[in-house]
């Protein structure tokens, strides 16, 4: 584009001077990848040696501290306490759910809750609830609508982005055109919640019930949003996928340290006695059935 340019601007003596500049800038980068590429290549065959040397002893390249180290066990006990340990903390995103207001507390009216009620006790209030009041269990008057509406209030709080909205909002901000129907929620979430303590929470949950099901536009009034309101999505979306992130390595340690218990109650003592095995058996069978 140079020779244009410079023909635009001066005519035949600019269309030469842009000729010479861009064959020197090819010439100049062209040079440049060349010496590049040779030194790379000389730096990896000087690093050969030693590298496969290094590896021949058993020990790992540490990138961070720039030099070959003794490679570090593996510890489940270690890992676990240091990534369960604030584990709670992200249950509930960056917010401080003591510090939570909302303009509107018809969901958390019908769990039993406050705006200040975090995850756990948003879910353990909806079993509790849902299970007095499921249809099929009590023959109370009103009991459908009373289910339909602790099924809806779960379906809003228990999500960190439709609850702000919320919060800020009210019912409208929810968009209750999103809902799941009640009984299908509630036999899919129960399932799920049986087998959580061995497979963890599943992905059909997150993308049933999780933060990452439902992203509602800011109204229905067909306004364009303004930078700021796109930017802070953006910033929303990021903390919600980092906290699934550390929420799904959480997910994983748990469900080892998990078993790893388990597998060691079935191990049979150093006396010989094979009563742990056997008890593990039973167990075992019992929650098959």
């Not at 299970?131 to 609508?145: C, F, L, N, Q, V």
């Not at 099924?151 to 800020?168: C, F, I, N, T």
Request: hydrophobic residues 35%; aromatic residues 6%.
């Amino acid at each position: 584009s140079q020779p244009i340019d410079g023909l635009r601007s001066g005519g035949l003596l600019g269309f030469l001077g842009g000729l010479v500049m861009g064959m020197l800038s090819g010439v100049c980068l062209s040079i440049t990848g060349v010496c590049t590429g040779v030194v790379q290549t000389l730096r990896g065959a000087v690093a050969t040696p030693r590298a496969l040397a290094m590896a021949s002893r058993g020990l790992c390249w540490d990138g961070e501290a720039g030099t070959w180290a003794e490679p570090t066990p593996y510890s489940l006990p270690r890992e676990a306490e240091e990534v369960l340990a604030g584990g709670a903390a992200d249950e509930d995103g960056d917010e401080d759910p003591s510090q939570r207001r909302a303009v509107d507390t018809f969901y958390y009216d019908q769990l039993g809750l406050t705006p200040s009620a975090s995850q756990r006790q948003i879910r353990q209030a909806y079993f509790q609830q849902s299970k007095r009041w499921h249809p099929d269990k009590t023959s109370e008057a009103k009991a459908k609508e009373r289910f339909q509406a602790i099924s809806a209030a779960y379906q809003v709080l228990s999500d960190p982005a439709r609850r702000r909205r919320y919060d800020a909002q009210g019912r409208k901000g929810a968009a209750e055109d999103g809902f799941v129907d009640a009984r299908v929620f509630f036999t899919v979430l129960l399932g799920i919640d049986m087998l959580e303590p061995y497979i963890g929470r599943v992905r059909l949950a997150e993308m049933l019930f999780g933060s990452t099901r439902f992203r509602p536009d800011e109204d229905n009034t067909g306004d364009e949003k303004d930078g700021g309101d796109e930017s802070c999505d953006v910033d929303r979306q990021a903390q919600d996928s980092a906290r699934l992130e550390r929420e799904q390595v959480r997910r994983q340690v748990r469900l080892a340290v998990a078993l790893a218990e388990r597998l060691d109650a079935a191990e049979p003592s150093c006396t010989g006695s094979s009563s742990s095995t056997h008890s593990f058996e039973h167990s075992a069978r019992g929650e098959a059935k």
